[in-house]
Nanobody, 124 residues
Framework: QVQLVDSGGALVQAGGSLRLSCVASGRTSRISVMGWFRQAPGKEREFVSAIIGSGEDSTYYADSVKGRFTISRDNAKNTMYLQMNTLKPEDTAVYYC????????????????WGQGTQVTVSS
């Protein structure tokens, strides 16, 4: 099994920045892809970003965050990060760290492992 612990959420003003972290433990050698989903109040959970391995060439972003968010991964520390810049009120959501031993994708069902979620609130 794999356990994920995500953290770093906070209240921030529009235009500000936050960095989310996700630490993986357990059978981390099984993980091929890590990523982030988010769920805003009253909305369905949506894909935010994913990374395969730790290379910059294997990153994926939702159009809504492209150019503002950067995903990265430190395999030596079993930790993934989401650097969020130029935050907007519409970025307010609970952010979930996810991982899978399968291929990357946009669908929740593709990710077997989930963190508990961390709240990001962006005030206008």
């Amino acid at each position: 099994q794999v356990q994920l612990v995500d953290s770093g959420g906070a209240l921030v003003q529009a235009g500000g920045s936050l960095r989310l972290s996700c630490v993986a433990s357990g059978r981390t050698s099984r993980i091929s892809v890590m990523g982030w989903f988010r769920q805003a109040p009253g909305k369905e959970r949506e894909f935010v970003s994913a990374i395969i391995g730790s290379g910059e060439d294997s990153t994926y972003y939702a159009d809504s965050v492209k150019g503002r968010f950067t995903i990265s991964r430190d395999n030596a520390k079993n930790t993934m990060y989401l650097q969020m810049n130029t935050l907007k009120p519409e970025d307010t959501a609970v952010y979930y760290c996810v991982a899978t031993s399968g291929p990357a994708g946009l669908a929740e069902r593709q990710y077997r492992y989930w963190g508990q979620g961390t709240q990001v609130t962006v005030s206008s």
